[in-house]
C-alpha cells in the first residue's frame, strides 16, 4: 500500500510518495504531459496554473520551497523518477548534463555580498565561476 500525504496549501490534494497517484478530494486529478525533447514534463493544471508534478511531489513531501523561485529537481537525472528521495529543491536552470553554477545556498551567499557591495570579479575568483555568472544573478535578481 502506498502513502499519500496532503498538499500543505491545497485543500484535500494528496500526493503518494512517487507522484504515480494525485488525488483531490479522493478523485484522480489528470496528470498531462508535454513531450519535449527526450524527457517528457508531467504537470497538472489548478486555477489556470500549470504546476509540475516533481513540484507536487515536493511540497506534499518535503514542504514548500524555502523561497518561491526554487524548482524541484531530480537528483539523479532521472527524469521518469519521481520518489520524493530523488528530489530536491533547486535554482531554475542546470540539469544533471549542465548543472547550475551555485547551489541555492551559494546564491544566498552571493547575493548578501552583492548588497554588501563586493565587485562581481572577487565573488566569481571566490566561487570559482565567471564573472558574467555573477553579472548574471545580479541582473535575474533585479527584475
Not at 494528496?14 to 498531462?32: A, F, M, R, T, Y
Not at 535554482?91 to 549542465?98: F, L, P, R
Amino acid at each position: 500500500m502506498k502513502k499519500f500525504r496532503y498538499h500543505p496549501e491545497i485543500e484535500g490534494l494528496k500526493v503518494n510518495e512517487d507522484g504515480s497517484q494525485v488525488l483531490l478530494n479522493e478523485s484522480p486529478v489528470e496528470i498531462k504531459i508535454r513531450k519535449s525533447g527526450n524527457n517528457p514534463f508531467k504537470f497538472w493544471i489548478f486555477k489556470g496554473q500549470q504546476i509540475g508534478l516533481a513540484r507536487l511531489v515536493m511540497e506534499c513531501w518535503n514542504g514548500m520551497p524555502p523561497t518561491p523561485k526554487l524548482s524541484a529537481k531530480h537528483i539523479d537525472g532521472d527524469y521518469k523518477n519521481y520518489h520524493y528521495s530523488n528530489l530536491q529543491w533547486g535554482a531554475n536552470g542546470g540539469n544533471s548534463k549542465n548543472p547550475a553554477k551555485l547551489n541555492p545556498t551559494q546564491r544566498a551567499q552571493v547575493l548578501t555580498k552583492i548588497e554588501a557591495g563586493i565587485s562581481d570579479s572577487e565573488i566569481a575568483r571566490e566561487y570559482g565561476v565567471s564573472r558574467n555568472a555573477i553579472f548574471n544573478l545580479r541582473k535575474k535578481e533585479e527584475k
